[in-house]
Structure formats: C-alpha cells, structure tokens
C-alpha cells in the first residue's frame, strides 16, 4: 500500500476516534457537518478534559479521604479553594493543550511524519527500539524546555511563573498538573511532536503517551515520594517546586543525574 492510499488509514483511524467519542458525548447535528480537522480538536477537547477530571477527582480522593494521614498529613491537604483555583487555570488552557495533538493528526494523515498505522508493519522489536529511541528524545527535549523556561527570565516570569505559584506541599494537588500558562503546557508537550519526524513511531501509540502525560503529571504533584528509581515520581517534582534549580526531568532522573541537577528527596 503506498502514497494516498496509506495515509488514508490514518484519516480513517482518527475519524473513528471522533465518532467513538464525539457519537457517545454530543448529538450528531452538533458536530457531523464539522470539518474534520474541528472535529479531532472537539474531540481531544472532550477526552482530554475527561481525563484531566476523573483522574483528579479519583486520586484525591484516593490520598485525601481515603488514606487520609497515609499518604499525605491533615495539615499537607491542599484547600478546596487551592484546588479549584488549579481547575480554573488548568480549564483555561485546555483548549490549547489539545490543539497539540489535533495538529500532530493533522500532520500525520498528511504524511508529513515517519508514523505508522500498525505494529506488523514492523515487528514488535522494533516497535520497542523506536518506541525507546522516542521516549528518550522525549526526555531529552522536556528537559531542556522545562530548563530554558526557568533559566531565561522573561519566560519564567511571563509562562513558567503561572505554574510555580504552587511552591509547598498544601498547595500542591494533582489539579496542578496541568495547571500552566497554555503556551508554557503546549512548548512542553512539543518533543512528543518534534519525536514523530525523527523517529517512526506507532500512531496510536504517540496519541496515547499524549493523554497519558495527563496522567502523569497529576501523579507527580501529589507529593507522595514512591521512590522507585529511576523514575522522576513525586518526591523529586516536590523538590523542584521548592528550590525551582533542580529536577526538571519528566519520566526519569537520568538527564538531572547527567547534567548535575539532581537532587535526591
């Protein structure tokens, strides 16, 4: 299968998506008329929202009532008034966080990317390899974005500085994950776009690890140290709140670990 007629599969897969999604949550006179390039943003829009809400919600209630004093002290709950502040910023760049992944669609079903549409077109090994090769430009470039947007002064106090206001442990909430200016929460997410010209990548599987960062970055501002190395969980995203100079890896500490920026909960 070659030129148009292979890139018609991703067009396809993504159109499922939008009927899956959107067929499920709006009436169908809201959004069949829709270009299709709208209809992936509502769609993302939508998914992505969920996300960020039942994740949030199940784990704080998760590490706030039912393991209350466990995980986190009476005295370390982040208020209701600190969390729904993080809501509000966070619902405010939603939009634009989600034209991210509507824009690297669009991309794809261009054939402007290496993406394919299925793992037999490669195999499992290699599937692996190229998935580690991604993830490790990922690393490489959030870390260096996260860096430069503290280290360059008009970023940090324009974009980085919105997300930074959380600094101590009863401030700190997973609604803060992605509680960002939406231009600082879009410039972070972008090494997962860059990645997908560099490297073949699995369609499905670059839209996944899109919406897991949803998830992800709730994780790592509970402030619950799992200690499970090399993984840059919480414990260490604490410190980073709280020094603002070290621990700006994402997945892992091996880039803080290199470059002398690590420090140990």
Known sequence: MEGDEYWQQFLDETATFNNIVL??????????????F?????????AGTLLYFISGFL????????????????????????MLLQIY???KAMPWYTLLPTVSEYMIENGWTKCYTS?????????????????????????????ELHDIKPLYKHL???????????????????????????????????????VPIHFRSHIGLLFIEGVWTANIHDCIHANLWPIMGAGYHTIHHT??????GHYTIWMDWMLGTLRDP
């Open 59 to 82: 784990w704080c209630f998760y590490i706030y009532y039912l393991k209350r004093n466990v995980y986190v002290p009476k005295d370390a709950i982040p208020s209701n008034r600190a």
């Open 160 to 198: 980085h500085a919105t997300h930074h206001i959380y600094n101590k442990q009863n401030t700190l909430s997973p609604f803060a994950g992605l509680a960002f200016h939406p231009l600082d929460g879009v410039l972070q997410a972008v090494p997962h776009v860059i990645a997908l010209f560099l």
């Open 38 to 46: 709208l209809q992936t943003w509502i769609r993302n829009y939508m």
């Open 243 to 248: 020094t603002y100079k070290h621990n700006y």
């Open 23 to 36: 067929g499920h949550l709006l009436p169908s006179s809201w959004w069949v008329t829709l270009p299709h």
């Open 119 to 147: 793992i037999s077109e490669v195999g499992w090994f290699a599937y692996i390899m190229y998935m580690a090769i991604y993830l490790v430009i990922v690393e490489f470039g959030i870390y260096w974005m996260h860096r």
């Open 89 to 91: 910023v966070a619902m």
